[in-house]
């Protein structure tokens, strides 16, 4: 069946379809990440969105049950260049094709995808249709045309658990599976904010000694004073981090409270909370190769990110540090507070696929909670 990429600025692209037969919309964006598609597609920060994949090559390892970041795929639709529907891979239950139709998702491929970055890097990410089928392409222009921008969205609420819940399910491993947490009477109780939170976040934080109760986004900053927690995890998520309004608030009453960690939008509500503002950048951060530098210790990571949008750092305040940096564009990707006990990132230390250089902020913030359970002892 035919497929179709159609901007809301009129470009249109068109090749084949595969997945499922019909019309999505969102916004354009493009990853340049060569390996982890289904962790990409099942990645609820990527609601609402369109995914295209620079690297040319797509679904020639399938799909696994043990590698699902989420429930299931939240992309609005999926762009390649080059599908592959025999998977190479012992560890593969169903084709890249299957998985999208059976949830409905549809895709594109054959088109030039090179040219659809590019075009994207020059106009910046835009609104746009999917289309597989036959369709009428100036129907689907005027159709991409009314697509609402990305900007002024709260798209937490489509993706936030609606109560509740404990996560005991430890980091995976060949062989052996998913590893359970060990039973050390130490570990620490960590109320974790769920904006659109990844499963291997939670994996990692179970793995580094946190006993976990996930809660709805929406949850009052007083619930969790009450609840006899040592600490709080603020997820990644989607959408605009301005519209998310009852996050600000609730971050704002936890900050000197209770040790903060946040993760890419929960970087972004944390910055927020502290009298901080965002902006949408052109084409975002997406892929498995962004190289971040640690201003503390001048060394370089290579990161995972996910985002299109990033922190002003000109409206931070005071006791407010900037801690790392992105060298491609010199925006924030991090901060440290001087006198608080919390750190936030913009990229995503828990990557799966890949890469783990920053697997090491799970201890730290581990460590900085310890650190706060003695200087709260010593003060009583």
């Known amino acids: 069946m035919k497929g179709y990429i159609v901007l809301a600025d009129g470009r249109c692209f068109t090749g084949k379809g595969f997945g499922f037969e019909g019309i999505s919309e969102g916004e354009v964006v493009f990853n340049t990440s060569m390996t982890g598609y289904q962790e990409v597609l099942t990645d609820p920060s990527y609601v609402d969105q369109i995914v295209t994949m620079t690297y040319p090559m797509m679904g020639n390892y399938g799909i696994t049950e043990e590698d699902m970041e989420s429930d299931r795929p939240y992309v609005q639709g999926f762009v390649v260049k080059e599908y592959v529907d025999i998977p190479s891979n012992f560890r593969s239950q169903e084709t890249l094709s299957q998985f999208l139709k059976k949830h409905g998702i549809p895709g594109v491929h054959g088109i030039d995808t090179r040219a659809l970055v590019r075009h994207i890097r020059e106009k910046g990410?835009?609104?746009?249709?999917?289309?597989?089928?036959?369709?009428?392409?100036?129907?689907?222009?005027?159709?991409?045309a009314a697509v609402a921008p990305m900007e002024g969205k709260d798209l937490v609420a489509k993706v936030t658990c609606q109560k509740p819940y404990t996560w005991d399910q430890g980091i995976w491993k060949l062989g052996e599976g998913f590893i359970p947490p060990s039973k050390s009477p130490n570990r620490?109780?960590?109320?974790?904010?769920?904006?659109?939170?990844?499963?291997?976040?939670?994996?990692?934080?179970?793995?580094?000694?946190?006993?976990?109760?996930?809660?709805?986004?929406?949850?009052?900053?007083?619930?969790?004073?009450?609840?006899?927690?040592?600490?709080?995890?603020?997820?990644?998520?989607?959408?605009?981090?301005?519209?998310?309004?009852?996050?600000?608030?609730?971050?704002?009453?936890?900050?000197?409270?209770?040790?903060?960690?946040?993760?890419?939008?929960?970087?972004?509500?944390?910055?927020?909370?502290?009298?901080?503002?965002?902006?949408?950048?052109?084409?975002?951060?997406?892929?498995?190769?962004?190289?971040?530098?640690?201003?503390?210790?001048?060394?370089?990571?290579?990161?995972?990110?996910?985002?299109?949008?990033?922190?002003?750092?000109?409206?931070?305040?005071?006791?407010?540090?900037?801690?790392?940096?992105?060298?491609?564009?010199?925006?924030?990707?991090?901060?440290?507070?001087?006198?608080?006990?919390l750190f936030t990132v913009q990229y995503h230390p828990e990557a799966s696929a890949g890469p783990h250089d920053s697997e090491y902020l799970f201890k730290r913030f581990a460590d900085m909670i310890e650190n706060h359970r003695k200087t709260r002892a010593i003060a009583n």
Do not use: W
């Open 188 to 341: 620490y109780r960590l109320a974790v904010y769920d904006f659109g939170i990844k499963y291997n976040m939670l994996r990692l934080l179970t793995h580094y000694g946190f006993d976990l109760t996930v809660l709805p986004a929406f949850t009052p900053a007083e619930e969790i004073l009450q609840g006899n927690y040592d600490g709080v995890f603020l997820s990644n998520g989607p959408g605009d981090p301005a519209a998310v309004t009852y996050a600000h608030a609730n971050i704002a009453r936890l900050i000197g409270k209770l040790p903060l960690f946040g993760i890419c939008l929960g970087h972004q509500l944390t910055c927020t909370a502290l009298g901080a503002k965002t902006f949408k950048l052109k084409f975002g951060h997406r892929g498995s190769n962004q190289p971040v530098k640690d201003l503390a210790t001048d060394k370089i990571e290579i990161t995972c990110q996910n985002h299109g949008f990033a922190v002003d750092p000109t409206n931070l305040p005071p006791k407010v540090r900037v801690s790392h940096l992105n060298l491609n564009d010199n925006t924030v990707e991090g901060i440290t507070h001087e006198e608080y006990p």
């Open 125 to 144: 990410a835009l609104p746009g249709i999917i289309a597989t089928g036959e369709h009428n392409i100036d129907d689907l222009r005027k159709r991409a």
